[in-house]
C-alpha cells in the first residue's frame, strides 16, 4: 500500500475515532464542579493519605499498598516495613497513625524479639505524646520482656510512672536503667525529679495523716460537750419520724463537723470549754435573713439583736424592725407547733429545751415584729408556747 494510501486510511481511522466521541461521550473524565475531589482520589496528587484503605474507593492505592505489600514478604520483612512508616509518621507527630503502623507491624508475629521491641516501644513514645501513658506503660513492659535491657523502654517507662504520679516506681526504673548506663542524663535527671516528688508526697500524706486525727479529736471534743449540755441533734436527711438514739448520736455530730457550714462557719469549742454556733435568723415577712456565725451559747438574743437593728436594714421599708419590737421564735416541726423565745435568754437555754433540735449543726430561728399584721396571721391557727 502506497503512502498517501495509508494516510487516507489514518485520516479515516482518526474522524471515526473523533465521531465517536462526539455521539459516545467520554464517561470517566472530572467533573468541573467536583474535580478537586475527583484530583484527591489519585494518590500522587492526595494531600492526605486516608487511616484505612477501601479497596472500592481508592483502588489506585489499594493496588500500590499491594505492590509495597506483597505477600511474598516474610513477616519480619513486613514488621521492618511498618515500622519505619510508623517512624515517619512519628517525625510527622501524626502519633495516632504512627500508632497505627507500629501496631500493624506487631501483628506479624516477626521471629525477631529485637524489632518486636523496637516497636512496642516506639508505640509506647507515640501513646505517651497522645496522653496514653497506661497504655505507653503497658508497651515499655512488653518491650522489657522481649529485652531487659533496652534502654529507651526503660527512660520511657520513667516517664510514664512520673505522669501516672506513680513516684517510688519511676525510681526504681531509672535505678534499673542506671545500672546498664550510670551517665545516662536522662535517667539522672528523672530520678532526682522522681525521688523530689515522692518525699513531697510521702511529707503531704503524713500531713493529711496529723491534720485528720486533729479534727478527729476536735470533733470528739465537740461531741463530749454537745452530749454534756442534752442538745438534740437531727441530721437534714432525718424524717420527721426519726429518731437518733444516744449511740448513734456521735455518728451524726461527727459527720456534720466533716463539712463546713454553707457560710463557711463552724461549731467549735474554746479554750474554756465552751461552745459557739453558726445561727441563722429567718424574717419570713420580707422573705430575709442573717447569718451569725459564732453565736456563743453563753450569749443573749437581745444582745445580738441590738446589734443586727441598731441601723435599720435596707428592707425594713416601714422601719418596724426594732429590738423592742422583735419577737423570737423557734419551730417544733414535728409538731407544728411554734416557741417563743424570751429576748434575755441565753443560746445554751434554748438549745436544751427538750423540744428544741438542732438541724445540721446550725440553729435556726425565726423573727418577727410582734405587734404587725403580718405576725398575727402568721400565728393565727398555730400553737405558741412561751419557753420560760
Known amino acids: 500500500m502506497e503512502l498517501s494510501e495509508l494516510e487516507a486510511v489514518s485520516d479515516d481511522a482518526m474522524d471515526s475515532f473523533l465521531e465517536k466521541f462526539r455521539s459516545q461521550p467520554y464517561s470517566g473524565g472530572f467533573h468541573e464542579d467536583q474535580w478537586e475531589e475527583e484530583f484527591e482520589k489519585i494518590p500522587l496528587f492526595m494531600k492526605k493519605t486516608p487511616s484505612e484503605i477501601d479497596l472500592r474507593e481508592n483502588p489506585d492505592l489499594a493496588c500500590l499498598q499491594s505492590i509495597i505489600f506483597d505477600d511474598e514478604l516474610s513477616p519480619d520483612e513486613l514488621a521492618k516495613i511498618y515500622k519505619d512508616e510508623g517512624n515517619d509518621y512519628f517525625k510527622e507527630k501524626d502519633y495516632k497513625k504512627a500508632v497505627t503502623s507500629y501496631t500493624e507491624g506487631l501483628k506479624k508475629k516477626c521471629g525477631d524479639p529485637d524489632l518486636n521491641a523496637v516497636l512496642f516501644t516506639n508505640r509506647a513514645a507515640a501513646q505517651y505524646y497522645l496522653g496514653n501513658f497506661r497504655s505507653a506503660l503497658n508497651d515499655v513492659t512488653a518491650a522489657r520482656k522481649l529485652k531487659p535491657c ?79 449540755r442534752n442538745i438534740r441533734l437531727v441530721s437534714e436527711a432525718a424524717t420527721e419520724d426519726e429518731d ?14 466533716s463539712s463546713e457550714n454553707p457560710h463557711g462557719a ?95 449543726l446550725t440553729p435556726a430561728f425565726l423573727v418577727c415584729v410582734g405587734s404587725s399584721p403580718f405576725c398575727r396571721n402568721y400565728l393565727q391557727g398555730r400553737k405558741v408556747h412561751q419557753v420560760k
Open 266 to 360: 463552724r461549731l467549735s469549742v474554746d479554750d474554756q470549754g465552751r461552745l459557739s454556733w453558726p445561727v441563722l435568723f429567718l424574717y419570713p415577712e420580707y422573705a430575709q435573713s442573717d447569718f451569725i456565725s459564732a453565736f456563743h451559747e453563753d450569749s443573749r438574743f437581745i444582745d445580738h439583736l441590738m446589734v443586727m437593728f441598731g441601723e435599720v436594714p435596707s428592707w425594713d421599708l416601714g422601719q418596724k424592725y426594732c429590738p423592742d419590737n422583735l419577737e423570737v421564735y423557734f419551730e417544733d416541726e414535728d409538731r407544728a407547733e411554734l416557741y417563743r423565745v424570751p429576748p434575755k435568754s441565753t443560746l445554751l437555754q434554748v438549745l436544751q429545751h427538750p423540744r428544741y433540735f438542732v438541724k445540721a
Open 150 to 228: 533496652h534502654l529507651k523502654a526503660i527512660i520511657r517507662g520513667a516517664l510514664c510512672h512520673l505522669e501516672l504520679k506513680n513516684f517510688a516506681e519511676a525510681v526504681n526504673w531509672c535505678e534499673e536503667g542506671l545500672q546498664i548506663d550510670a551517665k545516662e542524663k536522662k535517667l539522672l535527671e528523672m530520678r532526682a525529679k522522681a525521688d523530689k516528688l515522692k518525699r513531697t508526697e510521702q511529707r503531704d500524706i503524713r500531713k493529711a495523716k496529723l491534720k485528720k486525727m486533729k479534727e478527729q479529736n476536735q470533733n470528739e471534743a465537740l461531741l463530749r460537750a454537745i452530749k454534756a
Open 244 to 257: 437518733f438514739p444516744s449511740e448513734g448520736l456521735g455518728e451524726v455530730v461527727l459527720d456534720g463537723f
